[in-house]
């Protein structure tokens, strides 16, 4: 079965400073790997996706991610945050093929809670 | 083009009760994903439904159940509530089935099980 790990539970980063958020994922092929950013009240938004090629993804509002095979990690990065980014972070996996019939839906961890200090 | 749409956002029941969830997919999606999300368990998969058709379902009890319509806007129905059925429940649409395509989620029913 398939399973992600966000080690962190909260990370507190100041504004400006660059920020790295961890996933670590388990799974028996070639995983889908997304990352969602959800705001207070909200329903998730797609930050970005890795499929396949470069491993070196790069999404929306200044974030990208890191697909590392041999650690089974694909963490998220930006250089720089800004306190708009204050949220909860969710990493997914999801299976390539589609097979039917099983639970393909996305596999989420439990979340990282990002605090911006000013 | 509309985001997705989830009626009603808020929901108060009580245990014992029924209740049932609309999501409207984006125009021209024709898969509809349900999720379950509770600070305890997280971001839990319910089902999927594509064509009308439930293709996928995640480990819930048969008190948990779907449909999709012909014009793709799904229901999800919850019977004989309990206080741990409370939760936020999230619609996803996709143009079709499966991960490679990207999943737009709805903001959600909150619903409470007093």
């Known amino acids: 079965a398939q399973s992600v790990t966000q080690p962190d539970i909260h990370i507190t980063v100041s504004e400006g400073a660059s920020l790295e958020l961890r996933c670590n994922y388990s799974?028996?092929?070639?995983?889908?790997l997304f990352w969602y950013v959800q705001s207070p009240g909200q329903g998730l938004q797609l930050l970005l996706k890795?499929?396949?090629?470069?491993?070196l993804v790069q999404g929306i509002k200044g974030f990208e991610a890191e697909f590392k095979r041999s650690q089974s990690s694909f963490n998220l990065r930006k250089p720089s945050v800004h306190w708009s980014d204050a949220a909860e972070y969710f990493c997914?996996?999801?299976?390539?093929?589609?097979?039917?019939?099983?639970?393909?839906?996305?596999?989420f961890g439990k979340g990282t809670h990002l605090i911006i200090q000013p | 083009k509309a985001g997705v749409t989830q009626t009603p956002r808020y929901l108060i029941k009580t245990r014992g009760q029924q209740v049932t969830l609309s999501c409207s997919p984006i125009?021209?999606?024709?898969?509809v994903s349900w999720y379950q999300q509770t600070p305890g368990q997280g971001l839990q998969f319910l089902f999927e439904?594509?064509?009308?058709?439930?293709?996928n379902k995640g480990n819930f009890p048969g008190r948990f159940s779907g449909r999709q319509f012909s014009n793709s806007r799904s229901e999800m129905n919850v019977s004989t509530l309990e206080l741990g059925d409370s939760a936020l429940y999230l619609c996803?649409?996709?143009?079709?089935?499966?991960?490679?395509?990207?999943?737009?989620f709805g903001p959600g029913t909150r619903l409470t099980v007093t």
């Open positions: 890795y499929f396949s090629g470069d491993t």
């Open positions: 996803a649409s996709s143009f079709s089935q499966g991960a490679r395509y990207e999943q737009y």
């Open positions: 799974y028996g092929a070639t995983p889908y």
């Open positions: 439904y594509f064509s009308e058709t439930q293709r």
């Open positions: 997914a996996v999801g299976s390539l093929m589609y097979s039917g019939g099983g639970a393909d839906g996305l596999t």
């Open positions: 125009s021209g999606h024709r898969s």
